[in-house]
């Protein structure tokens, strides 16, 4: 069975530019979930997708967004960049909603805004 | 808000050595818990992970927790740790029913010397 994937495994952007990061879910798991991994700050968690839609939504501003794809893949976007925003990004998915599932991680994009 | 702390941010032990790591987590309510590790160049994978029932768990290569909802702790132990334990382990809450988030420590850079 194939993990999460992600791409890219590297992503180097300057400030103000725009990062889309990509996540391809486990087959047959429906929820997605992004996470921060910032230096020093540990795992923070960012969004969770599920059917779709966005069900729960971390302490980041609103120019950290994503969607949820028919196919249960997932995109982060992250506008305006600043330099604090880099960090390992990581995506995790689960087979369903229920909480009693357990999250699978991907191995991460790691964005450098420079 | 929920917060996750891991008490040892670097310990370095030598094989055959027996190993504990801290964990305490602030919330009143019930709670998912879990012990995640991440070998070097490897994914975050789950250790372990307790939910309800027997306070004690036990999870992969011979690691268990335990679970002391008096002292809102969820330390991971091993009795004698080897040279291929050496990770970086993270302790992680889900405390929001229906919500997914995970709420994760800072983590613990476990080095083993042979």
């Known amino acids: 069975e194939a993990g999460v994937t992600q791409s890219p495994t590297h992503l180097i952007k300057t400030r103000g530019q725009q990062a889309t990061l990509r996540c391809s879910p486990i087959s047959g798991h429906t929820s997605v979930y992004w996470y921060q991994q910032a230096l020093g700050l540990g795992l923070q968690f960012l969004l969770w997708y599920d059917e779709g839609e966005e069900r729960n939504r971390g302490n980041f501003p609103p120019r950290f967004s994503g969607r949820q794809f028919p196919n249960y893949s997932s995109e982060l976007n992250v506008n305006a960049l600043e330099l604090e925003d880099s960090a390992l990004y990581l995506c995790a998915s689960s087979r369903d909603r229920d909480d009693s599932n357990e999250q699978f991680f991907g191995p991460g994009t790691r964005l450098t805004v420079l | ?114």
């Open chain 2, 1 to 114: 808000a929920q917060s996750v702390s891991q008490h040892n941010h670097h310990v370095i032990l030598s094989e055959a050595a027996s190993l504990e790591l801290g964990c305490n987590y602030s919330y009143g309510g019930t709670v998912n818990l879990f012990w995640y590790v991440q070998y070097p160049g490897q994914h975050l994978q789950l250790l372990l992970k307790y939910f309800s029932g027997d306070p004690l768990v036990k999870g992969i290569k011979g690691f268990e927790a335990e679970f002391i909802k008096s002292k809102f702790s969820f330390n991971l132990r091993k009795p004698s740790v080897q040279w291929s334990d050496t990770a970086e382990y993270f302790c992680a809450v889900n405390a929001l029913k229906g919500f997914q988030k995970l709420v994760f420590g800072t983590g613990t850079r476990l080095l083993v010397s042979p």
